[in-house]
């Protein structure tokens, strides 16, 4: 339809009131059939589904519109148009409102919905373009003087939507994102910020009359719809006091919360509304995005509300409860748009972590010591797990607090995390990294925070520990998502690194150290599973394989070549030579001492290595015992010499 509305702009003069022809005698048939009072369900159904199709084509035709090749009377025709739409839909939340039996079509709502959203894009957007003869004839049809009264009436609509459907229709979703788009930009916000029916909605923003906040299911809708509220709060300079009117219903409802005992909070009444208090803080938190506005909901919350989060943690046992509360803690504890970023002089960044630590400390206890039997494993413990690792990849890459200098005052905070989550990483198997590409994601992002090169002299790394990882990071290299292989191969380049320099100086790293001496097969382990990527696959991401493979190499270049020989034994023997080539190049293209030029030149050569195989098409065979050949030496490799060539080598010994 939007491929005709296209066309119909190119001549709207003729086209236009066609269109709007056909709109108001299909208008006009509805609104015969709701005055006869004789309206039977199929014929209501019949006439609805065409009011849908016009609706939408007038809406496609205003959609269409292109600011400036627009004509006066192009705009004129579009306030016709919109304005007998208006007029229609007053007619259809009559209906609604009726005793009529027929269940109001949802195809009509989402169709008025497009109208407005096309009229408000086109007219009141943020490329907005004043338009006097499109409101001239507005305001004479309907009254609307200017994009204010237009703005109101949309809200009006919207709000009647929450009031009158249910939290499952598409005209809830469509309504939201309606709601959303208002919210979203620079000058519509703005505009939308000065609105009665705003203010309205600001003080009453958790009526029960919304009928879509009686769900806790459908979480999303209502993290939109208070990202949207959000946005609006905070337009402009918002003081304190409008933001404790606005937070007055959620403190309320947490102060009564905390006054529950345990034994109340286990009640199925008492957990809906744990879940849909946390749910609405997250999606207003999402949207904050200033400093300043991130410290008045901090203070508001640190004023002994944030028990309710360890509470919903260890009193609860319900998994829905818990995720709803390591979900609003990782949103809390995000950096977004350096809205964390205190003053040097602020423990802010401090109680934080704190904070953060304790609730990740407790759910890890509860998961580790529950004896509860568990129907799913993903929603009842991977999920949460997962979300554990979100915030502790968070609080280490936020930048806010200097977490190295805790243990200096003897904080606990950094080491109650660490080892808790590496508790629950030892606790995961490691197929399930590929099986659940959430928690592979999740646990990768986190690996690589916590064993960077910077961070790993504070992680108390044992064997099992650091023998675990490493198979969770080759599981992670199968992940469907490249950049989750490519964060495995960098959690191993920097274990790797790190390692290596505590080989070149003692006073470094020697943890690391220790358990690469304790444990060499680990190694040749990596070194196996990443060779076998290199050579036998094509990945997108090979930059990323290259540079752990070059620290593996250094560790043991020996292994490698003598295992990369072997694998030559088994490949054709007319591709032998050109392979062996190929690798030759690859081995001889550096030094491998741990330098910087010297990864990089790795880095290129093995990009040339995987050209050159593309190039000729060569495909290696993968071993079996009916290919093996003889052994093959890449290292001693010379290339073989045409005939006549000898005769050329001798002429030119002569002429030297």
């Not at 200017?146 to 939507?161: H, M, P």
């Not at 309606?178 to 939308?192: E, K, N």
């Not at 919903?312 to 995720?323: E, I, Y």
């Not at 380049?493 to 680990?522: N, Y």
């Amino acid at each position: 339809m939007a491929l005709v509305a296209n066309i119909a702009r190119s001549s709207y003069e003729t086209c236009a009131p066609v269109v709007l022809e056909i709109f108001r005698d299909v208008a006009g048939k509805y609104e015969a059939l709701l005055n006869s009072g004789q309206a039977d369900d199929e014929a209501m159904v019949v006439v609805e589904s065409q009011l849908a199709w016009a609706v939408y084509a007038v809406a496609q035709c205003i959609g269409a519109r292109q600011p400036y090749k627009s004509l006066p009377e192009d705009d004129r025709v579009d306030a016709e148009m919109f304005a007998t739409g208006l007029k229609l839909d007053q007619l259809v939340r009559q209906r609604i409102q009726s005793s009529i039996a027929t269940p109001p079509s949802e195809a009509l709502e989402l169709s008025f919905l497009q109208l407005y959203h096309n009229f408000r894009a086109n007219y009141i957007g943020e490329q907005y373009h004043k338009t006097t003869a499109m409101y001239a004839r507005l305001s004479a049809m309907v009254g609307l003087n200017d994009s204010a009264a237009v703005l109101e009436l949309i809200l009006q609509k919207v709000l009647f939507n929450f009031r009158t459907w249910a939290a499952q229709s598409p005209v809830i979703q469509r309504s939201l994102l309606l709601f959303h788009d208002m919210a979203v930009g620079y000058v519509s916000v703005r505009q939308v910020a000065k609105l009665d029916t705003v203010k309205f909605l600001l003080a009453n923003h958790s009526s029960d009359q919304f009928r879509f906040l009686h769900s806790i299911d459908e979480y999303k809708q209502r993290s939109m719809y208070y990202a949207g509220l959000a946005r609006i709060l905070f337009t402009g300079d918002t003081t304190a006091a409008q933001f404790a009117d606005f937070m007055q219903p959620w403190a309320q409802t947490i102060d009564r919360l905390l006054d529950l005992s345990d034994a109340q909070l286990e009640q199925d009444a008492v957990r809906a509304e744990l879940i849909r208090i946390l749910r609405d803080l997250r999606g207003f938190l999402s949207a904050v995005s200033s400093k300043a506005n991130y410290t008045l909901l901090f203070e508001w919350i640190s004023s002994g509300r944030m028990r309710l989060i360890h509470r919903s943690l260890q009193v609860t046992g319900d998994a829905r409860v818990q995720v709803a509360a390591l979900k609003f803690l990782a949103e809390f504890v995000y950096n977004r748009t350096q809205r964390l970023n205190f003053d040097v002089t602020s423990a802010n960044g401090i109680l934080i972590f704190r904070e953060a630590s304790a609730a990740i400390w407790e759910y890890g206890n509860c998961v580790l010591k529950s004896s509860q039997p568990v129907r799913n494993v993903y929603k009842d413990r991977y999920k949460g797990v997962a979300v554990c690792f979100s915030i502790l990849m968070r609080l280490i890459t936020g930048k806010y607090v200097a977490i190295g200098v805790m243990p200096l005052y003897g904080d606990t905070a950094l080491d109650h995390a660490y080892s808790i989550v590496l508790e629950l990483l030892k606790h995961l198997p490691v197929a399930d990294v590929i099986a659940y590409p959430k928690l592979g994601k999740a646990t990768a992002s986190m690996l690589e925070a916590l064993l960077a090169k910077t961070n790993i002299d504070l992680v108390a790394l044992d064997e099992q520990a650091y023998e675990h990882v490493m198979r969770v990071c080759v599981e992670a290299f199968d992940h469907a998502e490249t950049a989750v292989s490519s964060a495995a191969c960098s959690v191993i380049d920097g274990v790797l690194t790190a390692a290596l320099e505590g080989t070149a100086d003692s006073s470094k790293h020697p943890v690391v150290v220790k358990l690469m001496r304790q444990r060499p097969d680990i190694v040749e382990y990596l070194l196996r599973t990443m060779l076998n990527i290199v050579l036998f696959e094509d990945r997108p991401n090979d930059w990323s394989f290259s540079r752990p493979l070059f620290c593996l190499i250094v560790l043991n270049g020996d292994f490698a070549l003598q295992y990369t020989s072997q694998i030559m034994q088994y490949q054709a023997a007319e591709r032998q030579e050109d392979l062996v080539k190929a690798l030759k190049d690859l081995f001889s293209s550096t030094e491998f001492v741990m330098a910087v030029s010297n990864r990089d030149a790795f880095t290129q050569a093995l990009t040339q290595y995987r050209r050159e195989v593309t190039s000729k098409n060569l495909i290696l065979m993968v071993p079996t015992n009916q290919t093996l050949g003889a052994a093959v030496d890449i290292m001693a490799y010379e290339p073989k010499k045409e005939e006549g060539d000898g005769a050329k080598d001798a002429e030119a010994a002569m002429a030297d």
